[in-house]
């Protein structure tokens, strides 16, 4: 059984700073993409920031030049570094890992989420 357990969440000033963690845990055979998404109350999720196996990442405009999403592959942890938070960046933050559970067997995963809230 795998799990993905989010941390880092909190309440934070405009401007201020956090580090969002998402660990996988459980018996996988390797994990392909990692992202974070976010749904804040009354709208839809979004994708935040997504990391490919390789590296290569993608990011919604919303947080561009702010969040750096990055992976420790020999954790199975990704990581999200929000800068510059805005009070549009509350919101229930999830963790999403798309990996193989064997070398054939594919599957999407999501952690039950970490809260981020960004009030003076």
């Known amino acids: 059984q795998v799990q993905l357990v989010e941390s880092g969440g909190g309440l934070v000033h405009p401007g201020g700073s956090l580090t969002l963690s998402c660990a996988a845990s459980?018996?996988?055979?390797?994990?392909?993409?990692m992202a974070w998404e976010r749904q804040a109350p009354g709208k839809e999720r979004e994708l935040v920031a997504r990391?490919?196996?390789?590296?290569?990442?993608d990011y919604v405009d919303s947080v561009k030049g702010r969040f750096t999403i990055s992976r420790d592959n020999a954790k199975n942890t990704v990581y999200l570094q929000m800068n510059n938070l805005k009070p549009e960046d509350t919101a229930l933050y999830y963790c999403?890992?798309?990996?193989?559970?064997?070398?054939?067997?594919?599957?999407?995963?999501w952690g039950r989420g970490t809260q981020v809230t960004v009030s003076s």
């Open positions: 459980g018996v996988l055979f390797r994990i392909r993409h």
């Open positions: 999403n890992a798309d990996l193989y559970l064997t070398a054939t067997s594919r599957s999407d995963y």
């Open positions: 990391i490919t196996s390789d590296g290569s990442t």
